[in-house]
């Protein structure tokens, strides 16, 4: 098994720019989610997903989208980048929803807008 | 809303233990995690605790006291790889959403 792939590793934006970052787990977890880590910070929750068709805000939504239209991927979608984005993003996933599933994490993707 | 406030940085020696608290608030607790993460790296996960009391995975504890909103995570002899960030994070809404806290830096000497 791969795991959670994310793809690119490395991306540079222009303000303004749109982009989607993509993730996909070969585990067949029911649950899926996206974070932004800032430096020196702890990981914040932009959405999540309980399965295809089903997705949900998280903590800090505003400026993202994201489907489900299989249960494999769960790409993330840059409307209209500004600096305030670069990040590194983490795309997860477990098993099952709820409490207390252990959380597989993609090797993030480097995001700076300019 | 969910907070958790945990020690932004704490340094021991190889072989020693060391204990990384966090303490949290919340509405809807359902449980408290704990993840690991190198520099560079993905977070990993270490352990979870629903309900009080200590559970053992090796060198790595983890205690929860659900009254005192409360729990920390105990590294014991404690080796050079073990110099990472480690996050606590609390299940809310339903289990649905894993809030972290900002992390504290263990950094283990020679």
């Known amino acids: 098994n791969a795991g959670v792939t994310q793809t690119p590793k490395f991306q540079v934006l222009k303000t303004g720019q749109s982009m989607t970052l993509q993730c996909a787990q070969d585990m067949n977890h029911e649950y899926m989610s996206w974070y932004r880590q800032d430096p020196g910070m702890g990981l914040r929750l932009i959405h999540y997903s309980v399965g295809a068709g089903i997705t949900d805000q998280g903590e800090v939504p505003n400026g993202y989208n994201v489907s489900r239209s299989t249960t494999e991927d769960f790409p993330l979608r840059l409307l209209s980048a500004a600096p305030s984005q670069t990040s590194v993003y983490f795309c997860?996933?477990?098993?099952?929803?709820?409490?207390?599933?252990?959380?597989?994490f993609g090797p993030g993707t480097r995001l700076t807008v300019t | 809303g969910q907070s958790l406030e945990q020690p932004s940085e704490v340094t021991a020696v190889e072989g020693a233990i060391v204990q990384i608290n966090c303490t949290y608030q919340t509405s809807g607790f359902y449980g408290l995690s704990w993840y690991q993460q190198h520099d560079g790296g993905a977070p990993t996960f270490l352990s979870y605790n629903a309900l009080d009391g200590l559970e053992e995975t090796g060198r790595f504890s983890s205690f929860l006291s659900r009254s005192d909103s409360y729990g920390y995570l105990l590294l014991q002899e404690l080796q050079m790889k073990d110099s990472a960030s480690y996050f606590c994070a609390v299940n809310n809404n339903a289990g649905n959403m894993l809030t972290f806290g900002g992390g504290t830096r263990l950094m283990v000497k020679p």
């Open positions: 997860a996933s477990s098993q099952r929803t709820g409490p207390g599933y252990e959380q597989y």
